[in-house]
């Protein structure tokens, strides 16, 4: 019975030794798994004590710092790698640590290089009684940069002045900044999900094949919209934004020139219009003059100028006064505007001389037709005030382009030769009544 008891005991305790060993095996091979992954581990690893003192710092953490375990074991993990200006906040985040079990924070650190950079920490207190955490940091400097710089670009978007909005790949509109909608469009309710072609130029088509002519990345130009109080010009610049080859979005920047294009069309105006009548200066009609020519040589038309001369204009100026005298010339040049087609031009040659000119004559009947109906206009009542009322008269030369001269400056010279003939004819008849006035006060 002993012997059997004993050759038990041998049994048991092979059994417990080799599962002891086995055991043992198992545990070396947790450790160097955990040894491994601890300092291969892609984050910065690192274990502080109660006091905060690193006890253990992996690889990635000297990666990330600059220093190595022999130079960073024993310090203080506040003091070793904070900067002061955030030491207050990373003491309040491991003291919650110890009480709370875990916390997370992101601060600012510095390297061995005196580097400051930007970290992601989360720490973890241990088991076993000590008091230890893990602190596991990831440098989050380059994503933090990244995040201003787009953080700056969103403010910029936002508080700029110009109206800007940008689509997706398909060009269809997936963002505006505010000054957008200051400008009050009246569609602009609609905008997103709206192709931008169809939004600024009505159609898909028109934005592609004007995008076409730009080399398909950038198109400027202009683009007139129906807003709450009027219609606004806007200057537009559209940009295709590519990545790798590949479109996209379209970033379009519109700016409002309402009141420039206005000043400029006011501008051009006073140019080329007389500031008393309204009427198409002097310049204005050369220039229009030889537009016509040019075009009547292709097309083979004809042109027509009639030379106007009022007839005493002096006298209604030392008669009447020079405001009465004004106010004959501006009713005089509405009048004749009013009688003729918008295509046609009236000019105030200068002092009481007016030239018409008419393109596409049709033939005699057409040209006597217009000449009634600048008699007609002129011979309208004008009423100078609630007491007089004159009745201009004037005297009518016509040239013809090209019977009676082919440049402008000849044919102008041939309708005022063809006027003065007219006037002489009428001074020889024993001169008629060319200036009758109403005097309503006799």
């Not at 003491?91 to 110890?98: A, E, P, R």
């Not at 973890?124 to 440098?139: F, N, P, S, T």
């Amino acid at each position: 019975m002993e012997l059997l008891a004993i050759s038990s005991l041998v049994i048991v305790l092979a059994l417990w030794v080799g599962h002891s060993i086995f055991l043992n095996r198992r545990l070396i091979e947790s450790q160097k798994r955990y040894l491994q992954f601890f300092s291969d581990s892609p984050v910065a690893l690192i274990v502080v004590d109660r006091h905060y003192n690193i006890i253990e710092w992996n690889q990635t953490a000297e990666a990330i710092f600059g220093w190595n375990y022999d130079e960073a074991a024993g310090e203080n993990i506040i003091e070793f790698i904070v900067p002061i200006f955030d030491k207050e906040h990373v003491t309040s985040v491991l003291q919650k640590t110890s009480l709370e079990g875990v916390s997370y924070s992101k601060n600012y650190n510095v390297t061995r290089y005196n580097n400051e950079i930007f970290c992601e920490w989360r720490n973890r207190r241990l088991e076993g009684g000590k008091g230890e955490i893990l602190c596991m940091a990831q440098d989050i400097t380059l994503s933090k940069k990244t995040l201003d710089e787009l953080n700056k670009r969103s403010t910029a978007l936002e508080s700029a002045g110009d109206a800007i909005f940008y689509t997706d790949e398909k060009g269809l509109i997936e963002f505006a900044n505010p000054s957008f909608f200051a400008l009050m469009l009246n569609d602009q309710d609609h905008l997103y999900g709206t192709h931008i072609g169809k939004y600024l130029f009505k159609e898909r088509l028109t934005f592609n094949s004007l995008l076409s002519q730009s080399n398909g990345h950038t198109w400027r130009g202009t683009v007139t919209k129906p807003s709450a109080n009027k219609e606004k010009v806007l200057s537009v610049t559209i940009t295709a934004i590519y990545h790798h080859n590949r479109l996209i979005s379209y970033v379009a920047n519109l700016h409002d020139i309402t009141h420039i294009t206005s000043h400029v069309d006011d501008l051009t105006y006073r140019v080329q219009h007389d500031p008393l009548t309204g009427a198409t200066n002097r310049a204005t009609l050369n220039d229009r003059l030889k537009q016509a020519i040019s075009r009547s040589k292709l097309l083979k038309e004809k042109i027509a100028l009639y030379f106007i001369d009022l007839n005493d204009f002096k006298l209604v100026n030392d008669r009447y006064g020079h405001e009465a005298g004004d106010r004959l010339l501006q009713d005089v040049a509405q009048n004749i505007q009013s009688s003729l087609r918008n295509s046609d031009t009236v000019c105030r040659y200068g002092g009481d001389e007016f030239i018409v000119m008419i393109e596409a004559v049709n033939d005699e009947k057409h040209l006597r037709n217009i000449y009634e109906s600048i008699n007609t206009a002129i011979s309208e009542p004008i009423y100078v005030d609630e007491n007089t009322t004159l009745h201009a008269r004037a005297s009518i030369g016509m040239a013809l382009y090209p019977d009676d001269a082919q440049e402008a400056e000849t044919l102008i010279k041939a309708a005022d030769m063809a006027m003065y003939v007219v006037k002489k004819e009428k001074n020889l008849k024993g001169r008629e009544p060319i200036l009758c006035a109403d005097n309503h006060s006799h």
